[in-house]
């Protein structure tokens, strides 16, 4: 793991307050935030977040009914609009005024909008010590942008006026690091890269349910996803001959109708099963190959989970995958139709071939640990507030 200049993750003595802000909570946010929060709740610190109101139902609203208990500072609901408007304004006093109640130590941002409200709220408060250290994590985010496109434009601007009230920027990625050097500049401010992190038990093999089937796709119901291609690919697929061909589909999200739509264009209806939103490990059980086509991802939690549990997958060549993957890079793929046909038909013809080409699951387990992570993070917190007095 990257550490940029941290000679050792150190438990430190004092105790701190610390506030995680994102604006959905749902997918590899979610789950990012939940393992950091009751990580340094376990170490004796002082833990909270705030959220927005709308939390997509099932599984990640349960997720925080879970987590609540385990939080001294609580889990706090207030209204974040996903696009830039005039109600920015209003949410940023809200908040602004929940951070000052909460009287953190450390503010720390996740997502775009979650980094915005972090840094500027964070930045118009003082409490007993002093101003908070605020750091972001971008999760990818405003990241994904086209850095020629107009709201990219506009982002970037926004993501480097905000250096200067940034404390750490904390990405989970070389590649996400790499991308904000590109679009955004050289940070100013100190930075990090910092793997996201699975518990010991989540390296557990996952029985297969005896009525599995073929593929899995497990994630949030958005193009960026790339569920639309595991379809066409189903498609051809079954055109070739694999008439009873089978996939379940697991999530939420705003494209969900599109899928829909396309499963009935394709003529899919038969094949693939569509469920609500599930832990990821009663997921991985469902199906015998996982399939990931994403078109732009940071670092992927589903990813991490699905290798730890011993499972084969097929995902894409694109943001922090690679560096999951390791040595075992060369079985990614791109994120197209053809690629994705022809390796989904490899691993129905060929199981333990490909499985055989899955990352070594001793390295991975070193490499990708939640004490790993929360500890780097840790250190984080505790040299920038070093730096804030």
């Known amino acids: 793991m990257s550490a940029n200049g941290f000679s050792s993750p150190v438990h430190k003595p004092e105790t701190l307050r610390i506030v995680h802000i994102l604006r959905a909570p749902m997918g590899g946010v979610l789950r990012h935030v939940r393992d950091l929060a009751l990580a340094h709740a376990k170490l004796g610190h002082e833990v909270g977040i705030i959220c927005d109101t709308s939390g997509p139902a099932g599984y990640n609203e349960a997720l925080l009914e879970q987590l609540e208990p385990h939080l001294s500072l609580g889990i706090t609901r207030t209204a974040m609009s996903r696009s830039v408007g005039p109600s920015d304004i209003t949410s940023t006093i809200k908040i602004r005024n929940l951070i000052k109640s909460l009287r953190p130590d450390v503010v720390h941002g996740h997502g775009a909008k979650g980094g915005v409200y972090a840094r500027i709220c964070g930045s118009l408060i003082s409490t007993d010590h002093g101003r908070p250290a605020r750091l972001y994590s971008p999760h990818g985010g405003s990241l994904h942008f086209d850095p020629a496109s107009k709201n990219g434009k506009i982002y970037f601007i926004i993501e480097k006026s905000l250096e200067r009230l940034t404390d ?14 590109s679009k955004v500049g050289t940070p100013k401010c100190p930075s990090r890269v910092i793997y996201n992190g699975l518990a010991e038990d989540e390296f557990e093999p996952i029985t297969l349910a005896d009525d599995a089937a073929d593929f899995l796709f497990i994630g949030e119901m958005r193009m960026l996803k790339g569920p639309d291609l595991m379809l066409r690919a189903l498609s051809r697929l079954k055109a070739e001959g694999a008439q009873n061909i089978s996939a379940v589909m697991v999530g939420e999200g705003p494209d969900r109708e599109e899928i829909h739509t396309l499963i009935k264009e394709r003529e899919l209806q038969t094949n693939v099963t569509l469920r609500p939103p599930m832990s990821a490990r009663t997921a991985f059980s469902l199906a015998k190959t996982v399939v990931m086509p994403s078109r732009a991802e940071a670092m992927p939690y589903i990813i991490l989970e699905a290798l730890a549990a011993q499972r084969p997958l097929i995902a894409t060549n694109v943001g922090g ?23 989904m038909r490899f691993a129905s013809q060929n199981p333990d071939d490909f499985m055989a080409r899955m990352p070594d699951h001793t390295d991975l387990k070193r490499e990708f640990s939640i004490d790993t992570m929360s500890n780097w993070v840790l250190e984080a917190y505790y040299k920038a507030k070093s730096r804030r007095k």
């Open 168 to 181: 750490c920027l904390c990405f989970v990625a070389d590649f996400e690091a790499n991308a904000y050097r």
């Open 321 to 343: 995958i690679p560096e999951i993957f390791g040595k075992a890079k060369d079985v990614l793929i791109e994120p197209d139709v053809d690629s994705l046909t022809a390796r």
